[in-house]
């Protein structure tokens, strides 16, 4: 009874998350002085979180012993606004993530890119952190 309980568990999760692979996905749109973060799921979309800003930031991840560690370019979005969600409000996180990259000028000009469209500042951290050096 238990192996047949955690098998129905089991298809039951390999058939949303299918479902979902084929029929949703996860968006940015761009609004003037906004951008929005999306879910859309076949016809129903649900607004996730309205950013005000952007940012760039560096990551650094030890690498195997002897080698450099890993650096991950990360994009953000920043200054979350709360969104109501059928009947009740969900607390953003304080930043999510857009792109990351092993290299910082691509997440740059896709900031910068993306600022320029939606109106919204672009705070880049990593040319802050060398400027100071």
């Given at each position: 009874m238990a192996v047949e309980l955690g098998l129905i568990v089991v298809g039951t999760w390999m058939v949303r998350e299918t479902n979902w692979m084929f029929r949703g996905r996860d968006e940015w749109r761009i609004e003037p002085g906004k951008l929005i973060h999306q879910r859309r799921f076949a016809s129903t979309l649900t607004k996730l979180a309205e950013a005000r800003a952007l940012k760039l930031s560096r990551s650094s991840?030890?690498?195997?012993?002897?080698?450099?560690?890993?650096?991950?370019?990360?994009?953000?979005?920043?200054?979350?606004?709360?969104?109501?969600?059928e009947g009740f409000r969900i607390r953003p996180k304080k930043s999510t993530l857009i792109h990351s990259s092993l290299v910082p000028d691509e997440s740059r000009h896709l900031a910068q890119w993306l600022s320029q469209q939606a109106a919204i500042p672009f705070h880049d951290d990593v040319l802050s952190q060398q400027r100071l050096k």
């Amino acid at each position: 009874m238990a192996v047949e309980l955690g098998l129905i568990v089991v298809g039951t999760w390999m058939v949303r998350e299918t479902n979902w692979m084929f029929r949703g996905r996860d968006e940015w749109r761009i609004e003037p002085g906004k951008l929005i973060h999306q879910r859309r799921f076949a016809s129903t979309l649900t607004k996730l979180a309205e950013a005000r800003a952007l940012k760039l930031s560096r990551s650094s991840f030890p690498g195997e012993p002897g080698e450099k560690p890993i650096i991950v370019y990360n994009l953000k979005a920043v200054n979350l606004v709360d969104l109501p969600l059928e009947g009740f409000r969900i607390r953003p996180k304080k930043s999510t993530l857009i792109h990351s990259s092993l290299v910082p000028d691509e997440s740059r000009h896709l900031a910068q890119w993306l600022s320029q469209q939606a109106a919204i500042p672009f705070h880049d951290d990593v040319l802050s952190q060398q400027r100071l050096k």
